[in-house]
């Protein structure tokens, strides 16, 4: 395959409501600076993608307006995935691969705020035998939660601590929305939100958006002194019909994981997109991770989770540590879909 | 392009209806990517990677359909994407399938686009109640008769050109088995008397609102060389987008799909697209855009458009068919209607298109659009290996 | 032991009602625009790099990506640059059908806004006509487009195409 790197990453910190940007006004700062970090002229960019859902804004073609953040004139090669924006990465990804380009933006947002998150995600379920039940996002993650506990892999008090371990991370992550230290008692005292499962072991609702610019070979090297080299990208979607899952493993990040050479080998850092504290435990076992792994050092989703942003976010976060020497090899990894249905793995790694 | 060809080695597409109550939306899909695999003498089991496209997903109420859909369509353990650039996703959606394959990332992919607009409402979908604007139109004929209404004064056509397309896409559509509209005894007369919708569209110059999807099985040329069938190959491919609005925008002859439309011609090494194509499969929703894309799309020349649909060269047995299939004004599953334009172009080169076949078609031109006009895709396929 | 046939045709309706409520925000440009309305004034905002005026003001220029913002105010009337005519009842319909939306070219500003022209016969709407905004009275205003009620005709002779060729 062609050599791509991630050259640049910009996002803005998450909060819970936004209220002085729609969404132009989320994008337009972050594609600015993710070109300025490039040293890329916008009139360069050889292919544009971006993620982002209208379920979330409410209506339909929502993306269409927050395409002028990028100024599309004279007129540029697009494209829209109405998925978390990491898989817009992988559709840019594969179009470098063409070898007639040699850069691609990446844009992603989403404002949750604008409805009841939960209600708004019952509607990805199976419409005719699922979805008319109301199970929302977090119940559905509980019932993974219970599995999981009840197959003596974590342990309440283990969520606890591992949010805990998320929050003291975030505090050095301005664009984090929880960053205020909390020790796992504390978070123990919660009530519970969706049993098993308290506050803490849940994501924030955030608001957000990032940008992210690929290039390739030579390019690369000659727009950024230390790009973050993309060795591996893959992703598998799993049943719909969580029946037919074991909600406990998660066998495509393990397949997604062997095409894109995330097996063995050493990773210095590991951002997993776990909105949920619990799959933070199913995707490290997936991944094969040990304790020598520095897991979700900004935060990850458990401290800020625009959706639809947060998957494109954990690479970023992970190629801005290798760009800035924080390490020499990351895995990165995003999911969409209840449960862990669908799951992006993709290695990085900085020249040394 | 990228160094690896593509080769389209399986076509299917549903019966398009206003209503498709037989199946659930996992039905219409698989029905179609069926058909596309039986064509192509594949199982599911072979297909590498999943591509699936759609317009808004408030179309059927459904958020992310493709993580429903993963069963239905054999998806399980492998990528899937979907994509949406609205009426342009069906295009865009090929093109992402066809990168997947021209990228040398996978060898066998399955593309399908569908819309199940019976599931929802369409024109409650595209008109919602945006708080701080009143509502003023009404879908998207509201936007599009205005655009109409300024072709037709810039180009100073006459004003029968847009009934005389409605006709001739309705009788290709009589010659389509899959068509949503088969109207008996369609003539000039009876889409002039038909209600004035948005002036200056009258109701038989509009697309219907279809149930129904489209696929295609795509490989590399390794695999292609053994499939059962000749396959259409990739020539060129694109996408241009341009801002919905900005000052002294040309919305009747955008920027976007001039630019679009050159690409894929230099890639397809294409000097003279009237000369050089047999046919094109046009994405016409309102039967004026006939012309307009005519210019847009180099055609003819600005202004001229008309005069080609109205000399008849656009009419099966003409010179240069547009929309040999019926287009979009016979059948609109908006999420599927651009690959059914790519698909149908497909089809011709591998003289597979049956009554509404173009003699000997060697290469043919697939076109989507979307959005306020400021979305494009486009491909151009030929029967030989480019 | 197999179950005997079942002769009842399939089910192929099921009934999901599904209601979700959204609180919309208007961002930090277009509130500068609503609240102008409030006030009975149109006001843009002009790109620092190709000096058009847009209406609203916006996030980005669509062909600069800076943000257009500017504050410029605009006059209430205009030329109308292009229209339709609606013949096709709808629920969310201002008027019952027949009515003419127009895109109208404010002075002042680069590019249309649409809305509603009443007081003419549908036939008689036309490209390059002349109209002005007839607002709500004052203790209807409010942060809304709708404080503008419709356009009506000015009687002052029509701009030729040429005023408003580049903006269709």
Redesign the interface.
Same mark, same amino acid.
């Given at each position: 395959?062609r050599d791509v790197a991630i050259i640049a990453f910009a996002q803005l910190p998450s909060v819970r409501r !936004?209220?002085?940007? @729609?969404e $132009? @006004?989320l $994008?337009?700062p972050v594609?600015?600076a993710a070109l300025a970090q490039a040293h890329l002229r916008?009139e360069d960019v050889g292919f544009?993608v971006s993620g982002s859902? !209208? /379920?979330l804004?409410?209506?339909?073609?929502s993306? $269409?307006?927050a395409? !002028?953040? $990028?100024?599309?004139?004279?007129?540029? #090669? @697009?494209? #829209? =995935?109405?998925?978390d924006g990491a898989?817009a990465l992988?559709?840019a990804w =594969?179009?470098?691969?063409?070898?007639?380009i040699d850069t691609a933006l990446i844009y992603a947002y989403g404002?949750s705020?604008?409805? %009841?998150l939960p209600?708004?995600?019952v509607?990805?379920? !199976?419409? /005719?035998v699922v979805?008319?039940l109301g199970a929302d996002a977090v119940g559905l993650a509980a019932l993974q939660a219970r599995a999981l506990i009840d197959a003596g892999r974590v342990t309440e008090r283990g969520l606890a601590e591992l949010a805990a371990a998320r929050r003291r991370q975030a505090a050095d992550n301005p664009c984090a929305q929880r960053r205020a230290p909390r020790s796992a008692d504390e978070l123990l005292a919660e009530p519970y939100q969706v049993a098993p499962l308290r506050a803490h072991a849940c994501p924030p609702i955030s608001d957000g958006a990032c940008a992210v610019v690929l290039a390739a070979g030579d390019t690369a090297r000659r727009l950024v002194s230390s790009p973050a080299w993309i060795r591996g990208i %893959?992703?598998?979607?799993?049943?719909?019909?969580l029946g037919?899952r074991d909600l406990t493993a998660s066998?495509?990040t393990r397949?997604a994981a062997e095409r894109a050479g995330a097996l063995g080998g050493r990773f210095d850092l590991a951002e997993l997109h776990a909105p949920f504290a619990h799959q933070e435990v199913i995707l490290r076992d997936a991944l094969g991770l040990d304790d020598g792994v520095a897991i979700n050092p900004s935060g990850g989703a458990l401290s800020a989770n625009p959706m639809m942003v947060a998957g494109l976010a954990r690479l970023g976060e992970a190629a801005t540590r290798l760009m800035t020497g924080q390490g020499r090899r990351a895995v990165a990894h995003a999911t969409?879909?209840?449960c862990l249905?669908?799951n992006l793995v993709c290695v990085l790694e900085r020249d040394v | 392009m990228g160094a690896n060809r593509c080769a389209i080695v399986g076509i299917g597409q549903t019966h398009h209806k206003a209503k498709r109550q037989d199946v659930s939306i996992a039905g219409l899909v698989r029905e179609a990517a069926a058909r596309a695999l039986a064509d192509a003498e594949l199982t599911w089991k072979d297909i590498d990677a999943v591509v699936i496209g759609k317009a808004p997903d408030m179309f059927e109420g459904v958020m992310m359909p493709e993580l429903y859909l993963a069963d239905a369509l054999g998806a399980v353990g492998k990528p899937m994407l979907r994509v949406h650039t609205a009426g342009s996703v069906g295009g865009s959606t090929a093109i992402a399938a066809a990168h997947l394959v021209m990228g040398g990332v996978h060898q066998r992919v399955l593309t399908v686009a569908f819309e199940k607009q019976s599931e929802s409402d369409a024109m409650w979908a595209l008109s919602p109640k945006i708080p701080f604007q009143p509502q003023l139109t009404a879908g998207a004929g509201g936007y599009f008769a205005p655009l109409v209404r300024a072709y037709i004064r810039r180009s100073g056509a006459p004003d029968d050109v847009g009934l005389q397309v409605a006709v001739k896409d309705r009788l290709h559509a009589l010659k389509n088995p899959y068509a949503h509209l088969r109207i008996k005894g369609i003539d000039r007369a009876m889409v002039a008397d038909s209600p004035m919708l948005w002036d200056p569209i009258r109701y038989l110059e509009t697309c219907p609102s279809s149930d129904g999807a489209c696929a295609m099985v795509m490989t590399s040329e390794a695999i292609a060389a053994a499939a059962p069938r000749p396959p259409a190959w990739v020539h060129g491919l694109s996408t241009r987008s341009e801002p919905v609005v900005f000052a002294g925008r040309d919305q009747v002859n955008p920027q976007a799909g001039r630019d679009c439309a050159r690409d894929v011609y230099t890639q397809a090494g294409i000097s003279d697209p009237r000369r050089d194509l047999a046919c094109a499969e046009l994405y016409v929703p309102f039967s004026w855009f006939e012309p307009m894309w005519l210019e847009n799309l180099g055609f003819a020349a600005p202004g001229e458009g008309w005069k080609l649909t109205a000399s008849g060269a656009t009419a099966l047995g003409g010179a240069l068919p547009i929309n040999p299939s019926g287009g979009v004004l016979s059948s609109n599953p908006i999420g599927a209607s651009g690959m059914l334009r790519f698909a149908e172009a497909a089809m011709q080169v591998r003289d597979q298109a049956g009554e509404h076949q173009v003699d000997g078609a060697r290469r043919a031109l697939g076109h989507a659009y979307g959005g306020g006009s400021q979305f494009f895709a486009m491909w151009i396929v030929g029967r030989d290996r480019p | 032991m197999s179950a005997p046939p079942d002769e009842r045709p399939p089910v192929t309706v099921l009934q999901a009602p599904v209601r979700l409520d959204y609180t919309v925000t208007a961002g930090h440009h277009l509130s500068t625009y609503l609240r102008a309305l409030a006030d009975r004034k149109i006001v843009g905002g002009r790109c620092p790099e190709c000096h058009k005026v847009y209406l609203p003001a916006r996030g980005a220029c669509p062909t600069c990506g800076v943000p257009a913002d500017a504050p410029v105010e605009v006059a209430d009337q205009g030329t109308v640059t292009t229209f339709c005519v609606i013949r096709i009842p709808f629920d969310a319909a201002p008027f019952p059908p027949p009515y003419v939306a127009v895109a109208i070219l404010l002075d002042g500003a680069d590019m249309p806004i649409f809305h509603l022209v009443r007081g003419i016969e549908p036939d008689a709407a036309r490209m390059g006509m002349r109209v002005r905004a007839v607002w709500v009275p004052d203790d209807q205003l409010g942060p809304t487009l709708a404080s503008i009620r419709w356009f009506e005709a000015t009687g002052e002779p029509d701009a030729p195409f040429e005023a408003i060729a580049s903006h269709l």
């Open positions: 395959m !936004d209220v002085t940007r @729609e $132009v @006004e $994008v337009q594609v600015a916008r544009t859902c !209208d /379920y804004l409410g209506r339909p073609f993306f $269409v307006m395409l !002028d953040a $990028v100024a599309p004139w004279p007129p540029i #090669h @697009e494209s #829209h =995935v109405e998925m898989w992988w559709e =594969v179009r470098l691969q063409a070898g007639d404002k705020s604008l409805g %009841d209600e708004v995600l509607q990805q379920l !199976d419409p /005719y979805a008319p %893959d992703h598998r979607i799993e049943p719909h019909q037919m066998p495509s397949l969409s879909g209840p249905q669908h | - | -």
